[in-house]
């Protein structure tokens, strides 16, 4: 399954700009919510084991969920992680991040992509899952990265063609991100015109359709999953639906979360 290698390339790029970092480093606090590299290499790792146990055993994951998701709740996601990996930081954390989503990346790799799994959020085909975590891991990455800087390593974050994994769940979410608002979806769907990293034109939807949302994938990719506002990117959006798509898009379960304030994410 072509996402699972997907997801072991993310993961392995930010691991390469994680393992150049100190302990020190690895504590700094990023952009997002105050989150220390830490708390979201920990955050990674902790969906990453449950998105493993969902696919390996069911009633193992609808276990883990019960005991998790008062805690996550009572406590946020940053504190309820490091209860969880009882004190575990560092460059520990990330040896074992890296370990675990290494072996992780093989079973799904020869698991069935059309196979149902349970989630904390509705039900997924495998490939959905694992497409998921890619998400989450570049998304997440971002953080890191914007904390580093524009360069770091000799580069700046590196993006290739298998950001299309994210553009796709970005468009096909398009219905969750008015339905958990309580919205009335677009009819017909916004059209979404994209040049890839390697410079393919990457079409969905209806390209008759008036409203549009056109540019830089990556950029895309910036604003389904909230790590940029759309007004700072590239992206030429037209229309009234697809403005409103635009200021309320997400790719990823949970309650409704707006984007961040124009200006407030970017690169050190």
Known sequence: MQQAHDFKEESDVLHELLAAMDNAALARTTLYKDWTIND?????????????????????????????LPGIVELGHPEFTRRWLKGCEGTELVARWRGFYLEM??????????????WAGPDMSVRSSITARQMETWAHGQEVWDLAGLEFLGKACPNSDRARNIVVL??????????????????????????????????????ATPDRVEGDAVDFCHVVTQTRNVADTSLVVTGEAATHWMQIVQCFAGPPEDPPAAGTRHAA
């Open 170 to 207: 970005g468009v096909k979410t398009l219905g969750w991100a008015f339905v958990n608002r309580g919205l009335e979806l677009p009819d017909p769907a916004p059209f979404v015109s994209l040049r890839s990293p390697s410079g393919e034109r990457w079409d969905f939807n209806d390209p």
């Open 40 to 68: 979201v290499v920990g955050h990674l790792h902790f969906w990453n084991h449950a998105a493993d146990l969902a696919l390996a055993d069911e009633d193992a994951f609808a276990g883990l969920m019960k005991e998790s």
């Open 105 to 118: 990346a093989e079973r799904f790799a020869t698991a069935d992509p059309k196979q149902r799994v349970k």
